[in-house]
């Protein structure tokens, strides 16, 4: 079974340039949630989706953070204008509404964000 | 914030078990107690988890006091892949409850 998909992997830009995220979520798996990791600190929830309906966006700074599920597979996350401290690694995970892996969060490699 | 305490930091030798505490002293009764891994440059991965019973998986062992309000993560026969952060987090069953890491414990496996 394939895992999480991002990209890019890594990401470099000078502040207050524009930048996007891509998910591919594992097939089947209704509910996708995008993190953010500050180095030293446990991601933070940034958003959760289930299908293409936002669950819980109340950590997401929605004056420059923007995030998509369109047909509610994969998923966009995008940062207009970037600051500074939103140099980070992104994250984005998936989990299905019922079975045996109710339980787990499936997380990708997450995207390295850095911003000069 | 993050229900659970733990240790910033832990060392282990190669081939022991590795015992990681955390205290949950306001753990609800309807939370569960969760763990999850993050090796260096991976995402978080997925151990166990645990309502009120000790449970046993084959990555590792949960065991929760009677009062629910501290637990201890065991890692049988540590290896050096075991190397990571360990996050405890505790949170209701629910569809939609979300999980809230705090900053972990980081565990090293020693040669």
Not at chain 1, 5 to 33: D, M
Not at chain 1, 40 to 69: C, H, M, T, W, Y
Request: charged content about 20%.
């Amino acid at each position: 079974e394939a895992g999480v998909a991002q990209s890019p992997r890594y990401k470099i830009i000078e502040k207050r340039q524009s930048v996007a995220f891509w998910c591919n979520p594992i097939s089947g798996h209704a509910t996708l949630y995008w993190y953010q990791q500050i180095l030293g600190q446990g991601p933070k929830l940034l958003i959760q989706f289930q299908n293409n309906g936002v669950v819980d966006d109340s950590q997401l700074p929605k004056d420059r953070f923007s995030a998509e599920r369109l047909k509610g597979v994969d998923s966009t996350l995008k940062i207009q204008p970037a600051k500074l401290e939103d140099s980070a690694v992104y994250l984005c995970a998936s989990n299905p509404l019922s079975g045996r892996q109710l339980d787990e969060q499936f997380f990708g490699p997450g995207t390295r964000l850095t911003v000069l | 914030d993050a229900k659970t305490t733990q240790p910033t930091s832990m060392d282990c030798a190669e081939g022991r078990a590795a015992n990681l505490p955390c205290n949950h002293s306001t753990i609800s009764g309807n939370e569960y107690v969760y763990w999850y891994r993050q090796i260096h440059s991976q995402g978080p991965q997925y151990i166990i988890h645990g309502l009120k019973n000790n449970e046993t998986n084959e990555m590792a062992s949960l065991i929760i006091t009677e009062d629910r309000k501290s637990s201890t993560l065991i890692l049988p026969h540590a290896t050096l892949r075991d190397t990571a952060v360990y996050y405890c987090i505790v949170r209701a069953r629910l569809l939609g409850d979300k999980i809230i890491f705090g900053k972990g414990t980081r565990l090293h496996i020693l040669p």
